[in-house]
């Protein structure tokens, strides 16, 4: 357990409207990031912080939004929802040791974009 | 970033049998990191591979990487039905996120 929360952790939203997702650690990791789950695809990377106000783009980030103006806190926003939005989307921390960097993940939010 | 391409994409097997899943990258990785995530849970971290031609086990588990650091195997002794799930591997790109392949689906069969 790495002291992860999302939330929700399911939701249903209709196409065009915004929806904004919550992340809550309680280890004050720096780093941070969202991944999107999609059957074929893997797991791909969103966005990802590296410290307060710091972040940036992954693979997939074209639609969604994030901000982290505490260290506990990263939120991803769709701005407007759209139906390939519709995916698990998990968040991660990474943990530094001398062993290296580790992710774990929250349990994840299940998205439905009707 | 790195990106790495695992197979197969599915395997069925009977338990007490065994299972491998690879990895291959096209670039030299620094290490590598395999993730298990049980049917409707989040990927949990299992272990990193950093040195060349490294093996660890854990248990059943046995995790090889490559001489050359460009590849990375997964290798599980008399399968259990516990097993059952989807084992990633992972590559950092550029130090700050992690590159994830598409995973193993292992379905075992009692």
């Known amino acids: 357990d790495a002291g992860i929360t999302q939330s929700p952790r399911h939701k249903v939203t209709e196409t065009g409207t915004p929806v904004t997702l919550r992340c809550h650690q309680t280890?004050?990791?720096?780093?941070m990031y969202w991944y999107r789950q999609d059957p074929g695809h893997g797991l791909r990377l969103i966005h990802y912080?590296?410290?307060?106000?710091?972040?940036d783009k992954g693979e997939v980030s074209d639609g969604y939004s994030v901000s982290r103006s505490k260290t506990e806190d990263f939120l991803l926003t769709l701005e407007s929802a759209t139906s390939s939005q519709t995916s698990v989307y998990f968040c991660a921390i990474r943990k530094d040791s001398f062993s290296g960097n580790t992710i774990y993940f929250g349990e994840g939010s299940w998205l439905t974009v009707v | 970033g790195q990106q790495v391409m695992q197979i197969p994409q599915y395997q069925h097997v009977q338990e007490g049998e065994d299972f491998t899943t690879y990895c291959n990258s096209s670039t030299t990785l620094s290490n590598i990191q395999w993730y298990k995530q049980r049917p409707g849970g989040h990927p949990v971290f299992l272990i990193q591979?950093?040195?060349?031609?490294e093996v660890k086990k854990q248990k059943r588990l046995t995790f090889q990487f490559g001489e050359a650091k460009k590849n990375s195997s997964l290798h599980i002794t008399a399968t259990q039905t516990t097993d059952v799930g989807t084992y990633f591997c992972?590559?950092?790109?550029?130090?700050?996120?992690?590159?994830f392949g598409k995973g193993t689906s292992l379905l075992v069969t009692p």
């Open positions: 591979l950093v040195k060349s031609g």
């Open positions: 992972a590559a950092s790109n550029s130090g700050y996120a992690l590159n």
């Open positions: 912080s590296y410290g307060v106000k710091d972040t």
């Open positions: 280890e004050n990791h720096r780093y």
